[in-house]
């Protein structure tokens, strides 16, 4: 493992494929490359994706990366501070962006309002079909026909408090399962 070595000797090692010179270079200098990110852009999840990219880079061209007299310390700082102007940038067009729609405008969202909705249908429908029969054909008398339940009792020659009985187990069994997926959507 390499430990405090001088960078042109951590490069050469790098070139090689030497995951520990990575790492060195890494521990080394993640720090203080995040230090400058994070003091130019506007949140730390950039920041830290900024850095990431950084060092991603570096791996990814190790056997044709040439570092001038500067060093690698100030190689990695400019390209900290060149990735910094393009996320500014970034920035900049999505303010751009916004502030080019009126102020009184509506985002028209019905289409995934419709694709929220048609999967929840979905998974209604799924839920339905896991009940027991019985309770399955009252909950669709009672909601896609919408029949009463003294129809429904009629209908199928039963009580109305059976008919009731039916609608609560059906009720219960589904709300609990379409929980999770209504908060997701919401």
Not at 76 to 81: E, G, Q
Not at 106 to 126: G, N, P, R, V
Request: net charge positive.
């Amino acid at each position: 493992m390499i430990t405090q070595y001088k960078d042109e000797e951590l490069l050469t090692s790098l070139r090689n494929d030497d995951e520990d010179a990575f790492r060195e270079i890494y521990n080394k200098y993640w720090r203080k490359l995040y230090i400058v990110a994070a003091n130019r852009v506007d949140n730390e999840q950039d920041a830290e994706e900024i850095v990431q990219d950084i060092f991603a880079a570096l791996w990814v061209r190790r056997k044709c990366i040439v570092i001038t007299d500067n060093g690698l310390g100030k190689y990695l700082t400019s390209s900290v501070k060149y990735r910094v102007i393009k996320t500014l940038g970034r920035y900049a067009l999505k303010q751009n962006y916004l502030n080019a729609i009126p102020a009184n405008s509506c985002i028209d969202d019905s289409t995934q309002q419709w694709l929220a909705f048609e999967e929840l249908k979905e998974e209604l429908a799924k839920y339905v079909s896991q009940l027991p029969e019985k309770c399955q054909i009252v909950f669709k008398m009672s909601r896609e026909l919408g029949y009463s339940q003294k129809r429904i009792a009629a209908e199928l020659s039963i009580s109305e408090k059976t008919v009731e009985a039916h609608l609560q187990k059906a009720f219960k069994v589904l709300r609990s399962k379409l929980a999770s997926i209504v908060l997701t959507l919401l």
